[in-house]
């Protein structure tokens, strides 16, 4: 939203500097991304070197046939020969003249000069020239005029613009008398009321509008306008428009899209002619119904888009695109003025669907207030008539249940509780007065803040974003605050620390995956895009999309986990624990047995297959999964794991649970056994841990197969620890532990101890 400070003017008063303004607002209101400059340098007496002159005589340069001599009056009694090289005016035309000495908008200085021989004692202006729009073709030709008079005073020379952007709840400030609204309530400055007053119709015509479906368009205002002279629109409108960032086009389509930069509800204006029978109905799209839009394009439409239709067929598709056949043109003299409003998403959907996204959808998608459109009309309707010498003749206003003010019950010592600095209640209630909220006890919500503002806590955060300046840096006094984290929470912060500690990044990731990436995932009724259309059941696939992004961006040993929600019914939602680490199974491993220590539970490895895991480098727990991603999934050596969280919760050990620190020393040694090769190495230890007390540790660190240990089998190597509660082990002692451990692998594995 770009928002041009000398229209925001016109609303509010002013007076601090840009860079100020900006930050406020976007401390408070929305964030300002930019502050744009554009136009005639504001130097010292710069401003004061453009003029406002008038034409006296313009006639062929003698030496030059594409020149002309001027003879302009700027105001100082003698006029000014100035040279021209275009020719849109003549005699009697009051121009924009900038004089010798002036400083231009490209940053150089225009001096007199000679052109083939004739004096130029200054320049005559085109748009582009004063940075006001992009014509260049001919002079600027200002209308009425007083010659001398500071051209500052009737064009905005130099110009500051706000680039705004505000929230998806956020449609009221999409306008800028919203956002006037909003830097009236943050300075305490005067608000004017909003633009756009009713003049007296000079006709009762009927206006013929029907609509089929309230669910999509709950209220359309229809306006008729005769005797409409379609122009270009006067310079401070074009130059207006192209600050805003859009197009001029003419002086009706120009009040449409003037109407909604200002106050934010979009308007169309049809060439009432071509409309069949001159009726306008709303209704949903015809099977095998096409439309040419505004662009030139043929569009099939979808039962569920919702249209603009004459008598016959669709002439726009509502709040997106106006229909070609329907358009305002030179030779329009009838004007149809549509001031409506539209559910939003249903819109929102066509939109998407067609690939065609408008300002005016762009603010129908966020939920425009359908109490705005009469005020919208009453503005369209003064500048018609100003701009366009046009007549009224005919109006109506077609709607059925519009939505009531909420009304919410607030308690005002909440605000000063959450915020965490004492606002006394008056304050409080002069705050919401001033961005257009009711105080009576309980607290009335304007209809342009209906949407998002219905709970107490909604109205304490409208409150709180104009005083977060002086929240103070220390965490809020409040009474009776109790509780603590939950077992799930407790265990949720302890796993995160541990994996950070490990070496891996938390990532973020969607919950919302393409169509067609998993065939039984949940397809979401209404998407809002083909790329967000179902809800993951694993959160694998979206890390090896974070992985693939950091790969091609250059990153190296990357390790990822994310803990977040699957989704297998609608009513079926899971916590997962998952990571993507370079480096193979190893890493993979080494990172669930850290998941498994910190939560002080044992996991128990099992041989798994999984298609997109290697084989024979991937297995499974009670909890989940562990393994080596296969080549084909993602190039290089990976390893993953995804765990259910609320399984991990259940497998912890109680937190008030310890245990006794042992001081006694411990004996370690290195045990190889030759197994058969389908026997695991998690398997051995289990058997040992059961058999043997007092073994403390048996890590794998080693396995060989050869000539040496046979076909069909392996050599696994353990570093043992053993250690007792009650005394030191002597070497007799540790003889005994590891006897019985091979005695034990061999009864139940055919183990066999190797030198």
């Known amino acids: ?177 919203g956002i006037a609204r909003e830097v009236a309530a943050i300075y305490g400055s005067g608000l004017a009321p909003p633009p756009g007053t009713d003049p007296s119709a000079t006709g009762n015509e009927p206006v013929d509008v029907t609509i089929e479906d309230y669910e999509g368009c709950p209220r359309y205002i229809g306006r008729l306008f005769r005797n409409v002279s379609v122009k270009d629109s006067p310079v401070w409108l074009r130059a207006r428009l192209n600050a805003a960032g859009m197009r001029p086009i003419s002086n009706v389509v120009d009040v449409t899209n003037y109407v909604m930069h200002a106050l934010g509800n979009p308007l169309h204006a049809f060439d009432q002619a071509t409309l069949a029978e001159g009726r306008i109905v709303v209704r949903r799209a015809r099977p095998g119904e096409k439309l040419r839009t505004l662009d030139g394009v043929d569009r099939e439409l979808d039962a569920a888009d919702l249209v603009i239709a004459d008598a016959e067929r669709a002439v726009a598709l509502a709040g997106i695109m106006g229909g070609e056949e329907t358009e305002v043109t030179e030779q329009t003299t009838t004007v149809l003025l549509e001031a409506a409003n539209f559910e939003p998403y249903g819109l929102l959907r066509s939109s998407e669907r067609l690939k065609l996204r408008t300002e005016g959808s762009n603010r129908w998608e966020k939920g425009v207030d359908p109490h705005l459109a009469p005020q919208a009309a009453a503005l369209a309707t003064e500048l018609i008539l100003e701009l366009a010498d046009a007549e009224w003749v005919g109006h109506t206003d077609v709607y059925e249940d519009l939505p009531e003010r909420p009304r919410v019950e607030v308690r005002p010592n909440r605000a000063s509780e959450v915020v965490g600095l004492e606002i006394p209640p008056d304050e409080q209630s002069e705050i919401l007065r001033r961005i257009g909220f009711d105080v009576d006890g309980a607290v009335t919500v304007p209809t342009w803040r209906a949407r998002d503002v219905t709970r107490e806590i909604d109205v304490v955060e409208e409150v709180a974003r104009f005083r977060l300046d002086d929240v103070p840096f220390t965490l809020p006094l409040r009474r009776h605050m109790t509780g603590r984290l939950t077992p799930a929470q407790r265990i949720r912060r302890l796993l995160e620390d541990a994996l950070v ?236 532990l590891r006897e019985r451990i091979v005695e034990t692998l061999k009864e139940r594995f055919g183990a066999e101890l190797r030198a």
């Open 501 to 736: 500690g490990a070496g891996f990044s938390e990532a973020y990731t969607p919950s919302l995956v393409p169509a067609g990436s998993d065939r039984e995932a949940l397809a979401l009724p209404e998407p809002m895009t083909e790329e967000q259309a179902l809800l993951r059941r694993a959160l694998t696939p979206s890390l090896l999309e974070a992985a693939e992004r950091n790969v091609a961006a250059g990153n190296s040993d990357i390790a990822l986990f994310e803990l977040a929600r699957v989704y297998f019914t609608f009513d079926d939602e899971r916590e997962r624990l998952a990571g993507i680490v370079q480096g193979g199974v190893a890493r993979a491993k080494g990172a669930v047995e850290t998941i498994y220590e910190a939560i002080r539970a044992e996991p128990r490895f099992e041989r798994t297959s999984e298609p997109f895991l290697h084989p024979g480098k991937a297995a499974k727990t009670d909890e989940g999964w562990l393994g080596e991603l296969h080549p084909s999934v993602l190039e290089g050596v990976w390893g993953a794991f995804e765990l259910d969280f609320g399984a991990l919760v259940d497998a912890a050990a109680p937190a008030s649970q310890y245990e006794d620190v042992i001081s006694f020393p411990p004996v370690k040694q290195d045990l190889a056994f030759a197994v058969p090769e389908d026997v695991l190495a998690g398997d051995l230890i289990a058997a040992a841990r059961e058999a043997v007390p007092d073994l403390v540790d048996m890590t794998p660190f080693d396995v060989y197969r050869g000539e040496q240990v046979g076909n069909g089998r392996k050599s696994i190597a353990f570093s043992v620890e053993f250690r007792s509660a009650e005394r030191t082990l002597t070497d007799e002692d540790a003889a005994r």
């Open 1 to 177: 939203m770009r928002v041009p400070l000398s229209w925001l003017r016109e609303y509010v008063e002013i007076d601090v500097p840009t860079p100020e303004l900006a930050d406020r607002l976007s401390v408070a209101s929305a964030e300002v991304k930019a502050i744009e400059r554009r136009g005639v340098p504001d130097l010292d007496g710069n401003l004061t070197l453009y003029r406002v002159g008038r034409v006296l005589e313009a006639g062929k340069h003698p030496n030059a046939d594409r020149l002309q001599l001027c003879s302009v009056d700027v105001g100082e009694g003698e006029p000014r020969q100035i040279v021209c090289g275009a020719w849109n005016f003549g005699a009697g035309d009051t121009v924009a003249v900038a004089l010798p000495g002036a400083v231009l908008p490209g940053g150089g200085r225009l001096e007199r000069a000679k052109l083939r021989g004739a004096v130029s004692d200054g320049m005559i202006l085109s748009e582009r020239e004063l940075e006001l729009g992009p014509d260049h073709t001919g002079i600027m030709v200002l209308g009425d005029g007083e010659p001398g008079t500071l051209l500052v005073d009737v064009l905005p020379l130099a110009e500051e613009i706000l680039e705004v952007e505000p929230t998806g709840n956020r449609p009221d400030l999409l306008a800028v008398y």
